[in-house]
């Protein structure tokens, strides 16, 4: 089974600032027949349910802010808010579905 | 608009079970995997099971496997999930979710499962 990590646990940053969130899969999720990384972003605000924001690793769902945005390939990749806002504040997971699905742990996400 | 409403939520004592209900409003629920994913409280997500479009196909959590079954009525737009032998540790927020290429792209609200003498 593929296994997910997520650093840091919790991350506080001031408004504005840049946050950053790393992901790591216990192997690859690239898929070699169409180039794509497995890979999604979900944003969980406290009492709702989670809101996919990224997938194949880099491309952002329609409606999200641009502020949001996703790199990586293979086994890492990074979720970046360029510039926090107070509606950023939530909970941010990985998924990886090559194969099967799997969550990361979760980051939370807090203001400075 | 898609929709995913949850139902079914309740107290049940170790060892009993439970059926949770989804139904879908605002797409044609025949043409997507679905899933459920739970959350404990305070605590992060688990991918539960997955159904393809006509319910062959079905994908658990080691977990899960042999207790828990999901199953569908695409006729009337909903997903389910047969809970048995539950256990403490199956208490939390059970959410279903549309299943996409890209991911889980919408989600119902949840509903509270608690497994408790």
């Known amino acids: 089974d593929i296994v997910m990590t997520q650093s840091p646990d919790s991350l506080a940053v001031s408004l504005g600032e840049r946050a950053t969130i790393n992901c790591k899969s216990s192997?690859?999720?690239?898929?070699?027949?169409?180039?794509?990384?497995?890979l999604a972003w979900y944003q969980q605000k406290p009492g709702q349910p989670p809101k996919l924001l990224i997938y194949?690793?880099?491309t952002r769902e329609s409606g999200v802010p641009d502020r949001f945005s996703g790199s990586g390939s293979g086994t890492d990749f990074s979720l970046t808010i360029a510039s926090l806002q107070a509606e950023d504040v939530a909970v941010y997971y990985c998924?990886?579905?090559?194969?099967?699905?799997?969550f990361g742990p979760g980051t939370k996400v807090e203001v400075k | 608009d898609v929709q995913l409403v949850e139902s079914g939520r309740g107290l049940v004592r170790p060892g009993g079970s439970l059926r949770l209900s989804c139904t879908a409003s605002g797409f044609i629920l025949s043409n997507y995997w679905m899933s459920w994913v739970r959350q404990a409280p305070g605590k992060g997500l688990e991918w539960v099971a997955n159904i393809d479009q006509d319910g062959d196909k079905k994908y658990y959590v080691d977990s899960v496997k042999d207790r828990f079954t999901i199953s569908r009525d695409n006729a009337r737009n909903s997903l389910y999930l047969q809970m048995n032998s539950l256990r403490s540790e199956d208490t939390a927020v059970y959410y279903c979710?549309?299943?996409?290429?890209?991911?889980?792209?919408?989600w119902g609200q949840g509903t509270l499962v608690t497994v408790s003498s």
């Open positions: 194949w690793a880099s």
């Open positions: 998924q990886q579905h090559y194969t099967t699905w799997t």
């Open positions: 192997q690859s999720l690239l898929y070699n027949s169409n180039n794509k990384n497995y």
């Open positions: 979710a549309r299943v996409a290429v890209s991911g889980f792209d919408y």
